[in-house]
């Protein structure tokens, strides 16, 4: 029997983990966490393992299929390039270039070669209708990075290994295992944090983190940009302003003090549901220990004013004094450096055709997606692509979303799966996935916690039939340009060779192969100011876009001054037995990874977790008892899905996780069909957006709950 052990990194999640595989005879026989990882030090999740199950997956496709009268046929790579080229340049002959949009999902950014050489293939369109899950997620991440220290990807991450104060608001660590902040083993890290200091959680729901914590807020989804300009206030009113070594670099102090007199814990206290003097205290907390940071994800970025919450939490760790410092919010400084060596982000150069969406970081958000396909006129989208994407679950409206995709002339999706979204497709290529491809982290080493660099080999080699997600866009850029694209190196693992001997900091991918574990290049280093990239090398705290923004925020504060203090209680209307304009908000699970990983049965089996989390106020009002059936209806429309009566959830606001809804007919994944669930994104709303950033408000959309009579109880 031949035994061999396999080092890799885990490309599922941001976490990166490093994984121990043993192979026996050709099939993996184990996978566990790689202890020698300077990152993950041993640390993996469940999801980890259905890496074997995806590998071995009979539904996974291999060849390129088409759609035809008596379904899917498999076809070769020739033919399928040949049909795919044919009928994108048909399309753009007659209705112009932005006639073809393009989708790109969240495995695009786990994959070096997709990162490399996707937008490549993208530019070749020449389209203005350039769309990817980056509006449905982390945009006003970068809309902030980008505004006060002129660069969108430098980002400001958590020394989460150092602080003694945490603060984490809309972000779940524990499960997601951190986003936008690469910390393989938070719990172990969090832990460290509260023995040394604290940990304080603010999220609508008691989450896994909330419950770890020191201390955790509930707070009205939405409403947390008032919360973070109290704190602010409070930093001024009690003369917590320390800008330490950055105090030359930064203009623009005087306009947010200005800003932030109006805000009073007193007055914000009434929307948020945080008491103004639990906000005090906070503030004061944080601006006194020893280092601090505040951290917010998903949860302040996807509502109506994820692109202020963002800013205002850069604004709370440069004014307290923990920008750039041990402890604190730092840049990271990866092996192979795009920050340096890319492009700063641009904005506003072209507009969504429709509702005048401005472009941001070459891209529109998938907001006005829908839209764009289906208002006739010159510009409609025509022909779509889609790359490792399934918006039908994951951006809001699927169902508008599936017609739209229906009603279109040509479609081609980059993916293994025929699912929710590629079902759609007239054409899938199939990349390999997974333990067939090599991986170099060109994102995520640029935003964890600590500053590490790990090259993994394939561990079985790709099929002569099969092709890497880079290799398919090669070839169609290639088409696209008829023939003109050429490219001195095409292999991934060579650019970034040639990237890390540039740097010059003695790696390489012969000296990352030897270390096969990773390399460890230390804790997160103080880079200030010489890592500005704003023109006058300052940090703008107040820039202009930030700054007309706030007129939204002071009228909702402002509508709420007249009332009383427990306003922000739901009302419910009493005859009708239906819990009223209850707010949604969503949920990850350990064993999901948004919408594509319920085809591995080890991740599905067990209880249901597609479940609406309500509150036993709430739910005692519409007559729902636990574990019911039940109908959520909102604009868009409506799902069934069982309840679980919780006060793990604040009243007035109901949950329900995202990914799933695999009842779609067509739909090729047996496992995930089996255990379908709902689609959150069914009731969500392409109109509800941050209208500063466009990204989409998944958090704060109003529904309707009622009990199915015709089945009491499940
Ligand atoms: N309501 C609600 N909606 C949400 C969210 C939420 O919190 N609430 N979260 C949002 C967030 S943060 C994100 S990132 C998006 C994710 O949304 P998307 O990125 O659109 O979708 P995923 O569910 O990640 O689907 C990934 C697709 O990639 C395919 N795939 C997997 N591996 C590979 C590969 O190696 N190569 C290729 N070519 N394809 C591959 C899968 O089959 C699947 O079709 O969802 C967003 N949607
Ligand atoms: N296991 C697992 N891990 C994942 C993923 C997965 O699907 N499963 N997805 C990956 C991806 S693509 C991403 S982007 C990351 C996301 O990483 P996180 O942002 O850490 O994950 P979420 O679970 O979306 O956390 C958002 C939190 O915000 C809260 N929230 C909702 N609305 C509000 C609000 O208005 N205010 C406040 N303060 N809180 C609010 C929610 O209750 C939730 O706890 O996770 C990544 N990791
Ligand atoms: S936490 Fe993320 S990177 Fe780590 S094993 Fe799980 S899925 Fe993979
Ligand atoms: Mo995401």
Redesign the pocket.
């Known amino acids: 029997m031949s035994t061999q052990i396999h080092h890799r ?9 490093g ?1 121990e595989i043993k192979v026996e005879d050709g099939t993996v026989t184990s996978i566990r ?1 790689d202890k020698n990882d300077p990152l ?1 030090r041993g ?6 393992v259905a890496l074997k199950d995806i590998y071995e997956d009979p539904d996974r496709l291999k060849q390129p299929v088409k759609k035809t009268a008596d379904g899917w046929k498999t076809i070769s790579w020739g033919e399928a390039f040949d049909e795919v080229e044919t009928n994108l340049k048909r399309i753009q002959k007659e209705y112009g270039n932005s006639a073809v949009g393009t989708y790109f999902g969240n495995p695009n950014v786990h994959n070096y070669g997709s990162l490399m050489f996707g937008p490549k293939f993208v530019r070749s369109l020449q389209t203005t209708n350039i769309f990817s899950a980056t509006s449905a997620d982390q945009l006003p991440c970068h809309f902030a990075a980008h505004q006060m220290f002129g660069h969108y990807f430098l980002i400001p991450i958590p020394d989460i290994d150092r602080t003694d104060f945490m603060m984490i608001i809309g972000a779940n660590p524990l499960v997601s ?1 951190g986003s936008m902040m690469t910390a ?1 083993d938070f719990h172990k890290r969090m832990k460290a944090i509260s023995e040394r200091g604290k940990v304080i959680v603010i999220d609508p729901r008691r989450t896994e983190t909330a419950d770890k914590a020191d201390e955790h807020f509930f707070i009205k989804p939405g409403t947390d940009a008032l919360f973070l300009w109290s704190l602010i206030h409070c930093l001024f009113d009690e003369s917590q302003i320390n800008l330490r070594h950055l105090a030359d670099h930064v203009k623009g102090l005087d306009l947010i003090s200005a800003k932030a007199a109006q805000f009073t814990p007193e007055k914000t206290a009434k929307i948020t549901g945080i008491s103004a003097e639990n906000t005090r205290r906070i503030a004061r907390e944080f601006a006194t220990a020893n280092s601090a940071t505040c951290y917010g994800r998903m949860g302040i970025s996807v509502q109506e004013f994820g692109g202020q919450c963002n800013w205002l939490i850069y604004l709370i760790n440069t004014l307290s004094g923990n920008l750039d410092r041990s402890g604190g919010a730092m840049f990271t400084s990866p092996a192979m450096d795009n920050i340096a060596h890319g492009k700063k982000g641009k904005i506003n150069r072209w507009k969504s055709r429709v509702s005048g969406m401005p472009e941001r970081f070459s891209e529109l958000p998938v907001a006005v997606m829908i839209e764009e396909m289906t208002t006739s006129g010159d510009g409609q989208i025509k022909a779509f692509v889609t790359s490792a994407g399934n918006p039908v679950l994951s951006t809001p409206n699927g169902r508008a979303l599936d017609k739209a995709l229906e009603n279109l002339e040509f479609m081609v999706s980059i993916d293994i799966y025929i699912n929710e979204t590629t079902r759609h497709a007239d054409i899938i290529l199939p990349p390999t996935t997974g333990l067939e491809t090599s991986h170099f982290d060109a994102a995520f080493h640029a935003l964890a916690i600590r500053n590490t660099a790990k090259f993994s080999e394939p561990l079985f080699a790709k099929a002569d039939n099969q092709r890497h997600d880079h290799e398919i866009f090669i070839e169609l850029t290639r088409r696209m340009t008829d023939g003109e694209f050429q490219l001195p190196i095409t292999d991934p693992e060579h650019i970034v060779d040639y990237r890390l001997q540039q740097q010059g900091n003695g790696l390489s991918i012969k000296t990352l192969k030897e270390n096969p574990s990773g390399v460890d290049l230390g804790p997160l280093k103080s880079v200030l100011p010489e890592r500005l990239f704003t023109e006058d090398k300052k940090i703008d705290l107040a820039p202009e876009s930030m700054m007309a923004d706030v007129p939204r925020l002071e009228a909702l504060l402002s509508s709420h001054d007249s009332k009383s203090s427990d306003d922000s209680v739901q009302k419910v209307s009493d005859d009708l037995k239906v819990s009223d304009n209850l707010l949604l908000i969503s949920r990850r699970h350990l064993c999901s ?1 948004n919408s594509w990983m319920h085809n591995s049965l080890r991740l599905v089996k067990g209880r249901e977790r597609c479940t609406l989390l309500i509150h036993p106020k709430d739910a005692a009002f519409a007559e729902i008892s636990d574990q019911q059936l039940v109908q959520v209806s909102s604009e868009s429309g409506s799902i069934e899905i069982i309840a679980e009566v919780s006060d793990e959830i604040t009243q007035g606001v109901v949950c329900i996780p995202h990914g799933w809804g695999h009842d779609r007919a067509g739909v090729k994944m047996e496992t995930a069909q089996a255990h379908a669930g709902a689609s959150v994104n069914d009731l969500t709303s392409e109109n509800f957006i941050d209208s500063l950033t466009g990204n989409i408000g998944f958090s704060g959309i109003g529904v309707q709950v009622q009990a199915i009579e015709s089945n009491e109880s499940v």
């Open positions: 990194a885990c490309n599922l999640c941001e976490a990166i983990c994984l966490g993950s640390h993996i999740c469940p999801k980890a295992n393989p990874n």
